[in-house]
């Protein structure tokens, strides 16, 4: 039976963990993005879909390239940021199904099918998105999560070589540093958005 | 600075959790509902859009009304689940914008724009099932999330009332039982879908 996670476990990833606008100078390397790639692929997709594709932008070049597509604001973020990481999503991901999901043919499910396709991608890459920002605050990383950016340019930029794929969002890494955050967003009580059956 | 999580609790959330098809008789009460949302809604959403909204199905007749709208083996993984939730997504977010994010006029964002309310509604309500998912873990549960289901039958069986609330996906929940799992589904190595810049 799986062990519960203690307090201090359940403020890291969730209670005491934040969207960071700036970070400290700690390096993130290719060994933290491959660590965090490790936890999140286990994360459950629908018929093991995986459509997240990730660019992690560890030179600064990169995200110059980066902060070039995005709002003034998250500009500004993304040069300043140890690492960034855009969250594409393959909306070819059927293509896969064969290797990833073995025991039917799950790939016959979305075959001439492109709607459902970008649905199930955008679905399901964003359960792998937020398998990233858990992931990364489980090993010591702060995240600073982002939609204000051109996906055109975004695409343009990081997929022209993969025409199926589209960015879904992007994200700045590194050790957050505490004075580059604003008041905790109001957060709804149960009875607001639940109902029991 | 945030403590990393130590190698049981990565077991926990990720690598050894699994989706299970089954699960012991062990209760899951309104309660540890709760104790699953007070943790969920912790996690970021662009402009805390916070767009899901649950409907627990904690008793039988809940899930048999749940299981009449899902795929044939999904039906029978329903009604013998402990609990089930249904993970909605309010396509009117924005009206609540608000108060939950106060900052600035971000409702003026989405006014007007039922396409693009729809694309934030699905990102970030999804985001949401993945921190369900993540918190239900944390908290020593199983989940067993599933797309298999008529989401017309659904809608107008749970959110009738609420005409822009739309499902997103479905979970059961419970306490796994190991012999109702298959074997894991391949994970993809990182240079498959990763990229460095």
Redesign the interface.
Same mark, same amino acid.
């Given at each position: 039976?799986?062990?519960?996670?203690?307090a201090?476990?359940?403020?890291?990833?969730?209670?005491?963990?934040r969207?960071y606008n700036g970070f400290t100078d700690a390096p993130f390397t290719?060994a933290d993005?491959?660590a965090i790639?490790? !936890?999140?692929?286990?994360?459950?997709t629908? =018929?093991?879909q995986?459509p997240?594709?990730? *660019?992690?932008?560890?030179?600064q070049a990169?995200r110059e390239?980066l902060a070039a597509c995005a709002s003034d604001s998250n500009a500004d973020k993304i040069r300043k940021a140890p690492a960034a990481v855009v969250i594409g999503m393959d909306q070819e991901f059927h293509e896969q199904l064969p290797?990833?999901?073995?025991?039917t043919d799950a790939k016959a499910w979305f075959d001439g099918d492109p709607e459902g396709r970008k649905?199930?991608a955008?679905?399901?890459g964003? !359960?792998?998105?937020?398998?990233l920002?858990? =992931?990364a605050?489980?090993?010591?990383w702060? *995240?600073g999560?982002m939609?204000g950016f051109d996906a055109d340019k975004v695409n343009a930029a990081?997929f022209a070589d993969q025409p199926a794929v589209k960015v879904?969002?992007i994200a700045t890494l590194g050790?957050g540093d505490p004075s580059s955050i604003?008041d905790r967003?109001?957060?709804?009580e149960?009875d607001q958005?639940?109902?029991?059956?």
């Open positions: 039976m799986a062990q519960p996670l203690d201090a476990a359940l403020d890291t990833i969730f209670r005491a963990a969207t290719q993005a491959r790639y490790d !936890l999140l692929k286990m994360g459950p629908s =018929a093991n995986q997240s594709r990730f *660019v992690w932008c560890l030179d990169s390239t290797w990833l999901f073995p025991h649905l199930s955008l679905r399901n964003s !359960l792998q998105g937020a398998y920002i858990i =992931a605050r489980a090993l010591g702060d *995240v999560p939609s990081f879904n969002f050790k604003f967003g109001p957060r709804p149960f958005f639940n109902r029991v059956a």
